[in-house]
């Protein structure tokens, strides 16, 4: 039992975190559902947490998400480390057995950040790493992927930073009907392709994965586009790739 009663402020800034922590992006409304906090109380919490980096505004209007700053609150093992985890041994037995490598991302913000890669267990890959590297939601397979499944209001406001990005692969979150049919037909399909304007001597097959009902992070498998065609591709891996973001699902639950 505590010698001295909690103090109030404090306790209802860790409500706070750990509701902003159970999504991308919250509104105001949503944060009052889950923490009984009155707005006006929320409002005063939100911006003391901005102003110390941990929060910031999303483009919508009423809407909050933390930062990267959040993780130096933690003593190291977030959701990254899991998920890597979970698929790492998944991945390499799928690339052994079709020899083409994979790679598994998890949304920043903006882009996916590739967190694990099966290239040095590849004999077929065209880079030397991808780890870290950023890739677009927009364009690149593996953030079609993500895109497609991630909540409403996540993907509304991905889709306006994105709208602001200067970053060429971004640029076709500004054709919202062309981005909305891609969106569409990917979440439709259960998979996305990478846009053949990027990169095309390659291409990306990718499929999200599911933490529970939410979709946590991504992973593709990539080929030389001069040996198979994107509908091959689709009729020979897309089944694996499934059952193998099934058996990372299931594994995250575990653990």
Not at 71 to 91: C, D, F, K, M
Not at 233 to 255: K, M, N, T, W
Request: with cysteine; charged share 20%; net charge neutral.
């Amino acid at each position: 039992m505590p010698s001295f009663p909690p103090v109030q402020a404090v306790v209802r800034t860790i409500e706070l975190l750990q509701a902003l922590n159970r999504q991308p992006v919250s509104t105001l409304d949503v944060l009052h559902k889950q923490t009984g906090i009155p707005k006006p109380s929320l409002i005063r919490l939100l911006e003391s947490l901005a102003s110390k980096g941990l929060v910031r505004h999303a483009p919508q209007y009423g809407a909050y998400y933390l930062t990267s700053l959040v993780n130096t609150l933690s003593s190291g093992y977030h959701s990254e480390p899991r998920i890597v985890e979970a698929a790492q041994p998944r991945l390499d037995a799928l690339t052994e057995a079709i020899k083409w490598p994979l790679a598994i991302a998890v949304f920043d913000t903006d882009a996916m950040v590739v967190r694990y890669s099966t290239i040095p267990h590849s004999p077929l890959s065209l880079l030397h790493s991808t780890i870290n590297m950023r890739l677009s939601l927009v364009s690149r397979a593996i953030g079609r992927a993500y895109l497609a499944f991630c909540e409403e209001d996540e993907r509304e406001t991905i889709l306006a930073l994105l709208r602001q990005s200067k970053n060429p692969e971004d640029q076709p979150a500004r054709d919202q009907e062309a981005v909305r049919g891609m969106i569409e037909l990917t979440h439709a399909q259960g998979y996305a392709l990478r846009d053949p304007a990027v990169r095309p001597v390659s291409g990306t097959l990718a499929v999200p994965v599911f933490d529970g009902k939410h979709v946590v992070a991504s992973f593709g498998m990539t080929w030389f586009a001069s040996t198979l065609t994107n509908e091959q591709v689709v009729e020979r891996y897309l089944e694996p790739l499934q059952e193998v973001s099934r058996g990372i699902s299931e594994d995250l639950a575990r653990l």
